[in-house]
Protein backbone atom coordinates (compact mmCIF):
# COMPACT_ATOMS: atom_id res chain seq x y z
CA UNK A 1 0.00 0.00 0.00
CA UNK A 2 2.64 2.26 0.85
CA UNK A 3 4.39 1.84 -2.62
CA UNK A 4 0.82 2.86 -4.02
CA UNK A 5 1.27 6.17 -1.95
CA UNK A 6 4.24 6.40 -3.44
CA UNK A 7 3.05 6.27 -7.25
CA UNK A 8 0.28 8.51 -6.29
CA UNK A 9 3.24 11.17 -4.72
CA UNK A 10 4.88 11.38 -8.34
CA UNK A 11 2.09 11.59 -10.47
CA UNK A 12 0.66 14.48 -8.72
CA UNK A 13 3.87 16.43 -8.47
CA UNK A 14 3.71 17.71 -11.81
CA UNK A 15 0.13 18.58 -11.88
CA UNK A 16 0.34 21.01 -8.56
CA UNK A 17 -2.03 23.50 -8.43
CA UNK A 18 -4.34 26.07 -5.95
CA UNK A 19 -7.19 24.91 -3.94
CA UNK A 20 -10.00 26.72 -4.59
CA UNK A 21 -13.51 27.41 -2.43
CA UNK A 22 -16.18 29.35 -2.96
CA UNK A 23 -17.85 29.74 0.75
CA UNK A 24 -20.81 32.48 0.81
CA UNK A 25 -19.94 36.37 0.81
CA UNK A 26 -20.60 38.78 3.16
CA UNK A 27 -24.86 39.61 3.72
CA UNK A 28 -25.89 42.19 1.81
CA UNK A 29 -29.92 41.30 1.85
CA UNK A 30 -32.38 39.46 3.06
CA UNK A 31 -32.82 35.93 1.57
CA UNK A 32 -36.00 35.19 -1.17
CA UNK A 33 -37.58 32.79 -2.17
CA UNK A 34 -39.22 32.88 -5.82
CA UNK A 35 -40.97 31.09 -8.01
CA UNK A 36 -37.75 29.53 -10.22
CA UNK A 37 -34.78 30.16 -7.45
CA UNK A 38 -33.55 30.79 -4.27
CA UNK A 39 -31.46 34.02 -3.26
CA UNK A 40 -29.19 34.01 -0.80
CA UNK A 41 -27.99 37.00 2.19
CA UNK A 42 -25.09 37.23 -0.35
CA UNK A 43 -26.86 37.63 -3.21
CA UNK A 44 -25.84 33.95 -4.66
CA UNK A 45 -29.19 32.59 -6.96
CA UNK A 46 -30.05 28.62 -6.28
CA UNK A 47 -31.54 27.13 -9.17
CA UNK A 48 -35.20 25.67 -7.06
CA UNK A 49 -37.70 23.05 -8.35
CA UNK A 50 -40.95 22.50 -7.28
CA UNK A 51 -43.51 18.63 -7.12
CA UNK A 52 -47.04 20.11 -6.44
CA UNK A 53 -49.96 17.94 -5.32
CA UNK A 54 -53.50 18.79 -7.46
CA UNK A 55 -55.07 19.51 -4.17
CA UNK A 56 -54.74 21.45 -0.90
CA UNK A 57 -51.34 20.06 0.58
CA UNK A 58 -50.57 18.37 3.69
CA UNK A 59 -46.61 18.75 4.27
CA UNK A 60 -43.77 20.14 2.81
CA UNK A 61 -40.58 19.10 2.23
CA UNK A 62 -37.20 19.77 1.26
CA UNK A 63 -34.92 17.62 -0.66
CA UNK A 64 -31.28 17.80 -0.31
CA UNK A 65 -29.64 16.27 -3.36
CA UNK A 66 -26.08 14.36 -2.57
CA UNK A 67 -22.60 15.00 -4.00
CA UNK A 68 -22.08 15.87 -7.86
CA UNK A 69 -25.86 15.65 -8.31
CA UNK A 70 -28.48 18.61 -8.54
CA UNK A 71 -32.05 19.60 -7.88
CA UNK A 72 -33.63 17.37 -10.75
CA UNK A 73 -32.87 14.64 -8.42
CA UNK A 74 -36.00 14.30 -6.73
CA UNK A 75 -37.96 14.56 -9.68
CA UNK A 76 -39.71 11.00 -9.96
CA UNK A 77 -39.51 10.78 -6.06
CA UNK A 78 -41.32 15.03 -5.86
CA UNK A 79 -44.19 13.14 -8.55
CA UNK A 80 -44.74 10.53 -6.07
CA UNK A 81 -45.05 12.26 -3.06
CA UNK A 82 -47.22 14.88 -4.70
CA UNK A 83 -49.74 12.23 -5.37
CA UNK A 84 -49.54 11.95 -1.17
CA UNK A 85 -50.55 15.34 -1.19
CA UNK A 86 -46.67 16.30 -0.11
CA UNK A 87 -45.25 19.55 -2.21
CA UNK A 88 -41.61 18.92 -2.42
CA UNK A 89 -39.01 21.13 -3.14
CA UNK A 90 -35.28 21.22 -4.40
CA UNK A 91 -32.45 23.39 -4.91
CA UNK A 92 -29.11 23.23 -6.56
CA UNK A 93 -26.76 23.68 -3.51
CA UNK A 94 -23.51 26.10 -4.17
CA UNK A 95 -21.13 24.25 -6.15
CA UNK A 96 -23.46 21.84 -8.12
CA UNK A 97 -25.99 21.80 -10.92
CA UNK A 98 -26.41 25.29 -12.40
CA UNK A 99 -25.75 26.83 -8.35
CA UNK A 100 -22.81 29.10 -8.44
CA UNK A 101 -19.15 27.93 -9.15
CA UNK A 102 -20.18 24.43 -10.37
CA UNK A 103 -17.41 21.96 -9.45
CA UNK A 104 -15.89 23.59 -6.97
CA UNK A 105 -16.58 23.56 -3.18
CA UNK A 106 -18.25 25.98 -1.19
CA UNK A 107 -18.19 25.18 2.89
CA UNK A 108 -19.91 23.69 5.27
CA UNK A 109 -20.91 25.85 7.31
CA UNK A 110 -22.59 28.02 4.11
CA UNK A 111 -24.58 24.91 2.82
CA UNK A 112 -26.20 24.51 6.33
CA UNK A 113 -26.68 28.05 6.09
CA UNK A 114 -28.29 27.74 2.71
CA UNK A 115 -30.71 24.92 3.87
CA UNK A 116 -32.01 26.67 7.05
CA UNK A 117 -32.52 30.22 5.48
CA UNK A 118 -34.37 27.81 2.76
CA UNK A 119 -36.45 26.39 5.42
CA UNK A 120 -37.35 29.34 6.97
CA UNK A 121 -38.46 30.97 3.96
CA UNK A 122 -40.77 28.08 2.80
CA UNK A 123 -41.96 28.10 6.66
CA UNK A 124 -43.18 31.42 5.71
CA UNK A 125 -44.59 30.56 2.22
CA UNK A 126 -46.58 27.78 3.93
CA UNK A 127 -47.80 28.84 7.30
CA UNK A 128 -49.69 26.45 9.38
CA UNK A 129 -48.00 23.34 7.39
CA UNK A 130 -45.66 20.89 8.89
CA UNK A 131 -42.02 21.67 6.95
CA UNK A 132 -40.03 18.47 6.63
CA UNK A 133 -36.24 18.68 5.09
CA UNK A 134 -34.79 15.65 3.60
CA UNK A 135 -31.25 14.54 2.60
CA UNK A 136 -29.38 12.32 0.51
CA UNK A 137 -25.67 11.14 0.85
CA UNK A 138 -23.77 14.48 0.95
CA UNK A 139 -27.48 16.54 1.92
CA UNK A 140 -27.91 13.89 4.78
CA UNK A 141 -25.05 15.36 6.05
CA UNK A 142 -26.02 18.85 5.64
CA UNK A 143 -29.42 17.57 7.06
CA UNK A 144 -27.79 16.57 10.31
CA UNK A 145 -26.05 19.76 10.70
CA UNK A 146 -29.10 21.79 10.54
CA UNK A 147 -30.63 19.42 12.98
CA UNK A 148 -28.31 20.51 15.73
CA UNK A 149 -29.66 23.87 15.70
CA UNK A 150 -32.81 23.50 13.56
CA UNK A 151 -35.17 26.41 12.57
CA UNK A 152 -38.01 26.91 14.45
CA UNK A 153 -40.35 25.56 11.81
CA UNK A 154 -38.68 22.59 11.31
CA UNK A 155 -40.89 19.24 12.34
CA UNK A 156 -38.31 16.68 11.48
CA UNK A 157 -36.09 15.67 9.24
CA UNK A 158 -35.39 12.31 6.54
CA UNK A 159 -32.13 10.67 5.74
CA UNK A 160 -31.56 8.59 3.19
CA UNK A 161 -27.72 6.71 3.59
CA UNK A 162 -26.47 10.12 4.85
CA UNK A 163 -22.98 10.87 4.53
CA UNK A 164 -21.27 9.94 7.48
CA UNK A 165 -18.38 7.81 6.78
CA UNK A 166 -15.72 10.87 8.02
CA UNK A 167 -11.95 10.84 8.30
CA UNK A 168 -12.62 8.54 11.69
CA UNK A 169 -14.09 5.79 9.93
CA UNK A 170 -11.52 5.85 7.06
CA UNK A 171 -8.33 3.50 6.42
CA UNK A 172 -4.90 5.48 7.29
CA UNK A 173 -3.79 4.65 3.65
CA UNK A 174 -7.34 6.76 2.19
CA UNK A 175 -6.71 9.92 4.88
CA UNK A 176 -2.68 9.75 3.99
CA UNK A 177 -3.23 9.77 0.26
CA UNK A 178 -6.52 12.70 0.54
CA UNK A 179 -4.10 14.77 2.12
CA UNK A 180 -1.04 14.16 -0.11
CA UNK A 181 -3.30 14.84 -3.17
CA UNK A 182 -4.67 17.88 -1.71
CA UNK A 183 -1.49 19.62 -0.87
CA UNK A 184 -0.23 18.33 -4.24
CA UNK A 185 -2.34 18.61 -6.68
CA UNK A 186 -6.15 20.36 -5.17
CA UNK A 187 -7.68 20.78 -8.81
CA UNK A 188 -6.81 16.98 -10.28
CA UNK A 189 -9.85 15.14 -11.01
CA UNK A 190 -9.36 11.46 -10.83
CA UNK A 191 -12.03 9.64 -13.37
CA UNK A 192 -12.78 6.77 -10.41
CA UNK A 193 -12.99 4.49 -13.21
CA UNK A 194 -11.88 1.07 -12.28
CA UNK A 195 -13.80 1.35 -8.97
CA UNK A 196 -16.60 -0.73 -9.92
CA UNK A 197 -18.76 0.74 -7.52
CA UNK A 198 -22.93 1.01 -7.92
CA UNK A 199 -24.99 3.02 -6.17
CA UNK A 200 -28.46 1.84 -7.63
CA UNK A 201 -29.95 -1.04 -9.00
CA UNK A 202 -31.70 1.48 -11.61
CA UNK A 203 -29.94 0.96 -14.60
CA UNK A 204 -31.96 3.55 -16.47
CA UNK A 205 -32.16 6.05 -13.94
CA UNK A 206 -28.18 5.55 -13.89
CA UNK A 207 -27.65 5.73 -17.75
CA UNK A 208 -29.52 9.11 -17.45
CA UNK A 209 -27.43 11.26 -14.92
CA UNK A 210 -24.53 9.96 -17.43
CA UNK A 211 -25.81 11.62 -20.26
CA UNK A 212 -27.09 14.95 -17.66
CA UNK A 213 -24.74 17.76 -18.98
CA UNK A 214 -25.39 19.43 -15.09
CA UNK A 215 -24.44 16.31 -12.78
CA UNK A 216 -21.02 16.20 -12.38
CA UNK A 217 -18.69 13.40 -13.61
CA UNK A 218 -15.21 14.31 -12.59
CA UNK A 219 -14.64 15.55 -9.32
CA UNK A 220 -11.68 18.15 -7.45
CA UNK A 221 -9.44 16.77 -5.17
CA UNK A 222 -10.30 20.02 -2.93
CA UNK A 223 -13.89 19.06 -3.42
CA UNK A 224 -13.37 15.84 -2.32
CA UNK A 225 -11.72 17.14 0.88
CA UNK A 226 -14.24 19.53 1.32
CA UNK A 227 -17.34 16.59 1.54
CA UNK A 228 -14.61 14.67 3.76
CA UNK A 229 -14.61 17.65 6.04
CA UNK A 230 -18.52 17.90 5.70
CA UNK A 231 -18.74 14.20 6.61
CA UNK A 232 -16.22 14.61 9.68
CA UNK A 233 -18.78 17.27 10.54
CA UNK A 234 -21.85 15.25 10.47
CA UNK A 235 -20.29 12.45 11.88
CA UNK A 236 -19.71 13.85 15.58
CA UNK A 237 -23.21 15.35 15.37
CA UNK A 238 -25.93 12.98 15.55
CA UNK A 239 -25.97 13.02 19.22
CA UNK A 240 -26.67 17.00 18.87
CA UNK A 241 -29.57 16.81 16.69
CA UNK A 242 -32.97 18.29 17.93
CA UNK A 243 -35.58 16.94 15.54
CA UNK A 244 -37.41 13.82 14.78
CA UNK A 245 -35.59 11.91 12.55
CA UNK A 246 -36.53 8.86 9.73
CA UNK A 247 -33.03 7.02 9.07
CA UNK A 248 -33.46 4.91 6.25
CA UNK A 249 -30.19 2.98 4.65
CA UNK A 250 -29.92 -0.20 2.27
CA UNK A 251 -28.42 -3.67 2.32
CA UNK A 252 -26.81 -2.89 -1.25
CA UNK A 253 -24.90 0.24 -0.31
CA UNK A 254 -21.75 0.56 -1.96
CA UNK A 255 -20.80 4.21 -0.93
CA UNK A 256 -21.44 4.84 2.43
CA UNK A 257 -20.28 1.84 4.51
CA UNK A 258 -22.79 -0.02 7.06
CA UNK A 259 -20.53 0.41 10.34
CA UNK A 260 -20.23 4.32 10.45
CA UNK A 261 -23.69 4.66 9.15
CA UNK A 262 -25.40 2.31 12.13
CA UNK A 263 -23.22 3.59 14.54
CA UNK A 264 -24.47 7.79 13.50
CA UNK A 265 -28.17 6.66 13.69
CA UNK A 266 -27.25 4.27 17.10
CA UNK A 267 -26.94 7.90 19.03
CA UNK A 268 -29.25 9.95 17.03
CA UNK A 269 -32.40 10.90 20.17
CA UNK A 270 -35.80 10.68 18.38
CA UNK A 271 -35.30 8.41 15.75
CA UNK A 272 -36.96 5.40 13.93
CA UNK A 273 -34.40 3.61 11.63
CA UNK A 274 -35.86 1.70 8.11
CA UNK A 275 -33.78 -1.19 6.63
CA UNK A 276 -34.23 -2.39 2.92
CA UNK A 277 -32.75 -5.63 2.42
CA UNK A 278 -33.52 -4.71 -1.85
CA UNK A 279 -32.26 -1.29 -1.04
CA UNK A 280 -28.55 0.77 -2.27
CA UNK A 281 -27.36 4.06 -2.08
CA UNK A 282 -30.10 6.36 -3.96
CA UNK A 283 -33.14 4.83 -1.69
CA UNK A 284 -35.40 7.12 -3.30
CA UNK A 285 -34.55 6.46 -6.97
CA UNK A 286 -34.03 2.44 -6.87
CA UNK A 287 -36.10 0.57 -8.48
CA UNK A 288 -37.86 -0.28 -5.16
CA UNK A 289 -38.25 3.31 -4.38
CA UNK A 290 -42.05 4.14 -3.83
CA UNK A 291 -41.87 1.46 -1.37
CA UNK A 292 -39.09 3.75 0.50
CA UNK A 293 -41.45 6.89 -0.53
CA UNK A 294 -44.48 5.68 0.93
CA UNK A 295 -42.69 5.08 4.06
CA UNK A 296 -41.72 8.69 4.33
CA UNK A 297 -44.98 10.02 3.37
CA UNK A 298 -46.35 7.31 6.24
CA UNK A 299 -43.85 9.16 8.95
CA UNK A 300 -44.82 12.71 7.81
CA UNK A 301 -48.11 11.68 8.69
CA UNK A 302 -47.98 9.99 11.71
CA UNK A 303 -43.85 9.50 13.34
CA UNK A 304 -45.34 7.02 16.13
CA UNK A 305 -46.68 4.74 13.90
CA UNK A 306 -45.04 1.52 12.39
CA UNK A 307 -43.29 1.92 8.69
CA UNK A 308 -45.93 0.32 6.27
CA UNK A 309 -43.03 -1.22 4.29
CA UNK A 310 -41.94 -3.13 7.80
CA UNK A 311 -37.92 -1.80 6.75
CA UNK A 312 -37.95 -0.33 11.06
CA UNK A 313 -38.48 -3.79 11.89
CA UNK A 314 -35.77 -4.86 9.75
CA UNK A 315 -33.71 -2.56 11.09
CA UNK A 316 -30.87 -3.38 13.43
CA UNK A 317 -31.75 -3.03 17.40
CA UNK A 318 -30.27 0.15 18.29
CA UNK A 319 -30.72 1.91 21.71
CA UNK A 320 -33.14 3.80 23.15
CA UNK A 321 -31.76 7.75 23.34
CA UNK A 322 -33.03 10.28 25.93
CA UNK A 323 -34.66 12.98 23.82
CA UNK A 324 -36.27 16.52 24.82
CA UNK A 325 -37.05 16.88 21.16
CA UNK A 326 -41.15 16.81 21.68
Not at 243 to 251: E, I, N, Q, R, S
Not at 303 to 323: H, I, N, R, T
Request: proline share 8%; glycine share 8%; charged share 15%.
Amino acid sequence: MLRHVLILVLALAVSACAAVTHPAGPATQAPRLEDDRLVMADGAVLPLRAWRPGGQPQAVLLALHGMNDYSNFFAAPGAHLAAKGILSYAYDQRGFGAGPHPGQWSSTQSMVDDARAALDLLALRHPGLPVYLFGESMGGAVAILVATDPPAGLDGIILAAPAVWGRAAMPWWQRLSLWLAYQLAPGWTPSGQGLNIRPSDNIEMLRKLGADPLVIKQTRIDAIKGVVDLMDAAQAAPAAMRTPVLFLYGAHDQIIPSDPTWAAAAVMPDRRAGFYANGWHMLVRDLQADVVLDDMAAWMADADAALPSGADSAAPQLPEVCSCSR
